[in-house]
């Protein structure tokens, strides 16, 4: 145990705090701090300079990106498009609008209302049209 005790304490907050900034994952920041996993969220669960340092620095690589990102949407449209989206809530709509011959309703029909022989000829109908499709 005092092996461990030893090694988590040569790690830096600042390193802790550079690799959470950097979006790392715990096992990508343990592997890089040379440590295994399990000691490392041991230290986090413990440590509460090393607990603040991972959360303020997935905090502040979340504003690093934002700027990143605001930077890119002045050179390329589809990002600042994608910010309209994420940030302000704006959304593209679209109106499909369909209509029936010179632009009057679409026709339906009620098929409960039709009687057997009618149902027995609009089946007769529907399997002409499936013969001709696999055809």
């Not at 991972?54 to 002045?74: C, H, N, P, T």
Request: with cysteine; proline share 2%; charged share 30%.
């Amino acid at each position: 145990m005092a092996k461990s005790t030893q090694r988590r304490s040569k790690v830096r907050v600042s390193a802790i705090r550079m690799l959470s900034q950097l979006q790392c994952s715990e096992a990508e920041a343990a592997a890089s701090l040379g440590i295994r996993l399990k000691t490392f969220r041991e230290m986090l669960r413990i440590d509460a300079a090393a607990k603040q340092a991972w959360e303020e620095g997935r905090e502040i690589g979340k504003v690093d990106i934002r700027k990143a990102q605001f930077a890119l949407a002045q050179r390329h449209p589809q990002m600042a498009i994608y910010l309209g989206k994420v940030v302000l809530g704006q959304r593209e709509i679209q109106v499909i609008e369909h209509s029936g011959p010179n632009g009057g309703p679409i026709k339906t029909m009620d098929l409960s209302k039709l009687d057997g022989e009618e149902r027995s000829a609009l089946r007769s109908i529907l399997e002409k049209t499936r013969a001709k499709k696999e055809e």
